[in-house]
């Protein structure tokens, strides 16, 4: 009997957990996908000057530029 009562226990708990978790769910406040993805496109626009994928870093500021050798034989 001890063995059944530890699991439902543990059972007991789990429904627990995921009766919070729905609950916190159910009061998210939600948006459209379409208004997310609008809102997503304006702000990628906006902040496209800023992006080093977009707009490459010059190179004098670049820290994973390569390093120029130089050789001098005199």
Do not use: W
Not at 7 to 14: G, L, V
């Amino acid at each position: 009997m001890r063995g059944s009562t530890g699991a439902s226990t543990t059972n007991i708990f789990q429904a627990r957990k995921v009766v919070e978790q729905l609950k916190l769910e159910a009061n998210m406040d939600r948006i459209k996908v379409s208004k997310a993805a609008a809102d997503l496109t304006s702000y990628c626009t906006s902040h496209a000057s800023e992006d080093p994928l977009l707009v490459p870093v010059p190179s004098s500021e670049n820290p994973f530029r390569e390093k120029k050798m130089l050789c001098l034989i005199l």
